[in-house]
């Protein structure tokens, strides 16, 4: 990784999110350079999913800014956000596959909005995309058809049918088996070495965040902002906050099952 | 440099290897031959080993890997082995992504001709399915209600409240504008042919009969219809969608217990009371025309008070009860057997709507036919 070299691709400077007067996070301040795997951790509700949706534009933040590439999104015109969004993959929490549609069509309506691909070429673009994420004869499988693990790779085919540069996942890998997590990993690190994105995860698998974050911010609940940033490897081990140190090792209290914590985690 | 463009030539090297170079931008939006004329070359010759160079690639996208993956399920079939040198290697590591997993085959389905769906026998069969279907639900629903009866069901109050205060109050305001236009509606159409006998004032005793044993009642069965019952079955269909009924189930709940008796009976409880509001306002939509025809308001009044029987009114009441039972089971029916998707949802509420107006309508009929013949 040519980390240090690596130009800013996110900037988030002095962020506040609140719903109404419930100040979720506040003074958030982290970059995410390009071509890095950013993990955004914390526990449960501590709004890692609504820092995500600050990130997507989907609210905006009662303070502060955010800017892709330079350009400030929070007070971008709707026309520029149109036009920044457009380069991004998305998968949500939720899945957010349009029940409605098969899997194929699922991932070609983006390619029929944004691009000037003939029918042919959608289908075959389709073909690969889906197969890229292991579900190549797929195609017309409607999304309650299909397993759990299939429909977060099947969101994953979605997010990436325009080559985007950046990727935005919510708990890509929560509620899979460790095999299907670990072959979700891969495939969310293959995807991002061979086309070169930035990718953004909210995650709480430690296996996952060891194997492929380069880089990440840690958010606490109790005191209401960020409280530790950089690598997970490093912070685990060398993290100021005993907090994080937990987080990463397991939730393990004593410092002698950190070695263990380490083995299983890289496992 | 962006004229050249996307390209590809095959070369059959000697009698078993065949040679395919790519040359050019292979991106979005570059014009490219058809992957059909490629198949053809190839089995023209017969080689059973093919290369692909991309020496000679310039920019690529997704487009060139697409066709990398086609070449390799097209070789994989035809028993040619496939291999690669000097591709970009982004391109190489997803194309190797792409093929790790062997394509899923789906059994192909024997496609049907949109005729066969005119064949009168599935169309009977069809019906037969949906009419045993909702007899088995009218079923659970009976079984259900003396479970309630017995007080042994897993019915909640709170639900029951709801659903009445969603289906009464908040009706009113259109049921007020449906049913006054509807008695102005029946008092012009007797107006008119009642002027020619000079018998006016009867107006009053064909709006009051008229409105108590049928109009009333049946224009608020169709709001009903179209407002309560297909939002049952849009709600019933979300849950099922979001396997919410599943974990209900799961939780030893009858879903027709928990979900359809307090629905049922809401709309049952409800129904009536807003009939009656009907027939009130019904009749004064009445007299206001009546008033545009000269006749008093005292003369209206005491001649639809003489056209009042206690029988006219228990008909509509009766059939007020009867519409709001196929209403919601028109409309619960709909929602559990919905399918699991926001489409099915949707047709779930279109069925709702529709075979309710049909229910209403044919026991309407049932009803008069009755009262005829016992002379009530
Ligand atoms: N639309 C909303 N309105 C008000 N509060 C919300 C909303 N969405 C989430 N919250 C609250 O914000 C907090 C963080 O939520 P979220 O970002 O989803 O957490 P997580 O870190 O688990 O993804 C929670 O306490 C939740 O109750
Ligand atoms: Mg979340």
């Known amino acids: 990784m040519t980390q240090a070299s690596a130009e800013t691709h996110i900037d988030v400077s002095d962020l506040t999110m609140a719903y109404g007067s419930f100040v979720l996070q506040r003074d958030l301040n982290f970059v995410v350079r390009r071509g890095d795997i950013f993990v955004i951790m914390g526990g449960s509700g501590c709004g890692k999913s609504t820092l995500l949706k600050h990130m997507l534009g989907l609210i905006s933040p009662a303070r502060g800014d955010i800017t892709y590439s330079g350009q400030s999104f929070v007070h971008a015109s709707d026309a520029q956000r149109e036009a920044t969004r457009r380069r991004w993959g998305i998968t949500y929490q939720t899945g957010g596959l349009f029940s409605a549609m098969t899997l194929a069509e699922n991932v070609a309506l983006p390619l029929q909005l944004y691009t000037n691909y003939g029918s042919g070429e959608i289908r075959d673009i389709v073909a690969y995309k889906l197969a890229l994420v292991g579900l190549a004869g797929y195609q017309d499988y409607y999304p309650s058809e299909i397993s759990g693990g299939m429909s977060k790779r099947a969101a994953l085919a979605r997010a990436i049918a325009l080559d985007p540069e950046i990727l935005f996942f919510d708990e890509p890998s929560a509620g899979l088996d460790p095999i299907s997590s670990r072959l979700l990993d891969d495939l969310i690190m293959e995807i991002q070495d061979s086309t070169g994105a930035t990718v953004v995860m909210v995650s709480h698998e430690l296996a996952s965040i060891f194997n492929i974050a380069n880089n990440s911010v840690y958010l606490d609940a109790a005191s209401r902002t960020m409280i530790d940033y950089g690598d997970p490897a490093y912070l685990r081990d060398h993290s100021k906050q005993a907090v994080v140190r937990q987080f990463l090792n397991r939730g393990s209290r004593t410092d002698e099952s950190t070695a263990q914590a380490q083995r299983s985690g890289n496992e | ?376």
């Open chain 2, 1 to 376: 440099m962006t004229e050249q463009h996307a390209g590809f030539q095959l070369v059959h090297s000697n009698d078993t290897d065949a040679l395919l170079t790519l040359s050019g931008p292979w991106v979005q939006g570059c014009d490219l031959e058809d992957f059909s004329s490629l198949s053809s070359q190839l089995h023209l010759g017969t080689s059973t080993h093919l290369t692909v160079d991309g020496a000679a690639l310039q920019e690529w996208d997704s487009t060139l890997v697409a066709f990398l993956l086609q070449c390799f399920n097209h070789c994989s079939e035809a028993g040619i082995t496939f291999a690669t040198r000097d591709l970009p290697a982004g391109a190489a590591k997803l194309l190797a992504l792409a093929t790790a997993v062997p394509p899923h085959r789906l059994e192909p389905e024997s496609p049907q001709h949109w005729l066969a769906s005119l064949n009168p026998m599935v169309l009977l069969d069809k019906s037969a399915d949906f009419f045993r279907q909702s007899l088995g639900f009218v079923g659970e629903v009976s079984v259900a209600l003396v479970k309630l009866a017995v007080g042994k069901s897993n019915t909640r109050f709170e639900d029951f409240r709801q659903f009445c205060y969603e289906g009464g109050p908040r009706a009113l305001g259109i049921i007020t504008l449906t049913s006054v236009l509807v008695g102005m509606i029946l008092a012009y159409l007797g107006a008119v042919q009642l002027q020619q006998f000079g018998a006016e004032v009867y107006v009053a005793n064909l709006v009051t009969i008229g409105i108590l044993r049928e109009m009333g009642v049946l224009m608020t069965a169709v709001v009903m219809a179209g407002r309560t019952g297909a939002a049952y079955a849009a709600q019933l269909g979300t849950m099922q969608t979001n396997q919410e009924i599943d974990a209900i189930t799961t939780m030893g709940i009858s879903p027709v217990e928990f979900l359809v008796i307090p629905r049922l009976l809401a709309l049952v409880v409800v129904m009536p009371m807003l009939t009656l509001y009907a027939d009130l306002l019904g009749i004064v939509g009445g007299g206001i025309v009546a008033g545009g025809m000269g006749i008093t308001p005292l003369q209206y009044i005491s001649q639809a008070e003489s056209a009042l029987a206690i029988n006219h009114l228990l008909v509509g009441l009766i059939k007020s009860v009867v519409f709001a039972l196929l209403i919601a089971v028109a409309g619960c029916r709909a929602g559990m057997n919905s399918g699991r998707s926001s489409a099915a949802v949707g047709q779930a509420a279109t069925e709702a709507v529709v075979t309710a107006i049909v229910y209403l309508i044919v026991a309407d009929a049932g009803i008069n036919i009755i009262c005829q013949q016992i002379r009530f």
